[in-house]
C-alpha cells in the first residue's frame, strides 16, 4: 500500500472538508448580515429624496439634425424626448436594501423608477453614438458620450469608444480622466472599465 499517496489523499479530504465548511459559515454569515440589515430597512420611514442628484438631458446640445432618415436615430431621439419628462437618477450599484436605508421603504417604487430611466438614458446615448460613429460623425457622437460619462456611466463602449476617439485624435490625456471618473464608479462593470482604459492608455 502507498501510504504516502493515502496520506496525501486524506490530507486533501480534510482541506476541501474544511474549506467547504468555512465558505458554508461565511453564507450563513453573509445571510443573516442581509436579513438584519433587510429588516432594519424594512422599519426605515420616508425620507426627502432633495439630495439626489437628478438628470436633465441637454437634448438641444446634441446633433439632433443628423441621420434624421436613420429609424434608429430617431428613435433614440424620441426616447430622449420622453425621458426629458421624468425624473432620472443614477442609482448603479444600490441595492434595494440600500435604497431603503438610505431612503425609506416607502421610497422604493419611486427611486427604482429614477434608476431605470437613467437605465434606459445611458444605453439609448450609447446606442445613438455608435449610429453617429458608424456614419462618420465621430465628433458629434462624443459630445453625446461625454455627457454620459459625466453622469457616471457604466456603459463600457460609452469609456471605450471615446478613449478611442480622443486618441485617435491626440489627446490621449484625456484617458486620464476617463480612468478616473471609472475608478469611482459603484458598478460592478467599474475595474473591467479601468483595466481596459488602462490598456489603452498603455499604463499596463
Same mark, same amino acid.
Request: net charge neutral; charged share 25%.
Given at each position: 500500500?502507498?501510504?504516502? +499517496?493515502?496520506?496525501?489523499?486524506? %490530507?486533501?479530504?480534510?482541506?476541501?472538508?474544511?474549506?467547504?465548511?468555512?465558505?458554508?459559515?461565511?453564507?450563513?454569515?453573509?445571510?443573516?448580515?442581509?436579513?438584519?440589515?433587510?429588516?432594519?430597512?424594512?422599519?426605515?420611514?420616508?425620507? =426627502?429624496?432633495?439630495?439626489?442628484?437628478?438628470?436633465?438631458? =441637454?437634448?438641444?446640445? +446634441? =446633433?439632433?439634425?443628423?441621420?434624421?432618415?436613420?429609424?434608429?436615430?430617431?428613435?433614440?431621439?424620441?426616447?430622449?424626448?420622453?425621458?426629458?419628462?421624468?425624473?432620472?437618477?443614477?442609482?448603479?450599484?444600490?441595492?434595494?436594501?440600500?435604497?431603503k436605508l438610505e431612503y425609506g421603504t416607502a421610497n422604493i417604487?419611486?427611486?427604482?423608477?429614477?434608476?431605470?430611466?437613467?437605465?434606459? %438614458?445611458?444605453?439609448?446615448?450609447?446606442?445613438?453614438?455608435?449610429?453617429?460613429?458608424?456614419?462618420?460623425?465621430?465628433?458629434?457622437?462624443?459630445?453625446?458620450?461625454? +455627457?454620459?460619462?459625466?453622469?457616471?456611466?457604466?456603459?463600457?463602449?460609452?469609456?471605450?469608444?471615446?478613449?478611442?476617439?480622443?486618441?485617435?485624435?491626440?489627446?490621449? +490625456?484625456?484617458?486620464?480622466? %476617463?480612468?478616473?471618473?471609472?475608478?469611482?464608479?459603484?458598478?460592478?462593470?467599474?475595474?473591467?472599465?479601468?483595466?481596459?482604459?488602462?490598456?489603452?492608455?498603455?499604463?499596463?
Amino acid at each position: 500500500m502507498n501510504f504516502g +499517496f493515502l496520506g496525501a489523499f486524506i %490530507l486533501f479530504t480534510l482541506i476541501i472538508s474544511y474549506n467547504l465548511k468555512k465558505q458554508a459559515r461565511r453564507n450563513r454569515r453573509n445571510e443573516q448580515d442581509f436579513w438584519t440589515r433587510e429588516n432594519q430597512a424594512n422599519s426605515v420611514r420616508r425620507k =426627502p429624496l432633495d439630495n439626489l442628484i437628478y438628470i436633465r438631458i =441637454p437634448l438641444e446640445q +446634441f =446633433p439632433t439634425h443628423l441621420l434624421n432618415d436613420n429609424s434608429t436615430v430617431l428613435e433614440c431621439i424620441e426616447t430622449l424626448e420622453t425621458l426629458t419628462a421624468q425624473k432620472i437618477v443614477n442609482l448603479t450599484g444600490w441595492s434595494n436594501t440600500d435604497l431603503k436605508l438610505e431612503y425609506g421603504t416607502a421610497n422604493i417604487t419611486v427611486l427604482s423608477e429614477y434608476d431605470q430611466n437613467y437605465t434606459l %438614458l445611458v444605453r439609448t446615448l450609447q446606442k445613438w453614438a455608435d449610429e453617429l460613429i458608424d456614419a462618420g460623425y465621430e465628433k458629434e457622437a462624443s459630445t453625446i458620450m461625454e +455627457f454620459a460619462v459625466s453622469t457616471n456611466t457604466d456603459v463600457g463602449n460609452t469609456y471605450y469608444r471615446l478613449a478611442d476617439y480622443w486618441i485617435s485624435h491626440g489627446e490621449s +490625456f484625456q484617458v486620464e480622466r %476617463l480612468i478616473h471618473t471609472a475608478e469611482g464608479l459603484r458598478s460592478s462593470n467599474r475595474n473591467a472599465i479601468v483595466r481596459h482604459l488602462k490598456e489603452k492608455r498603455g499604463l499596463t
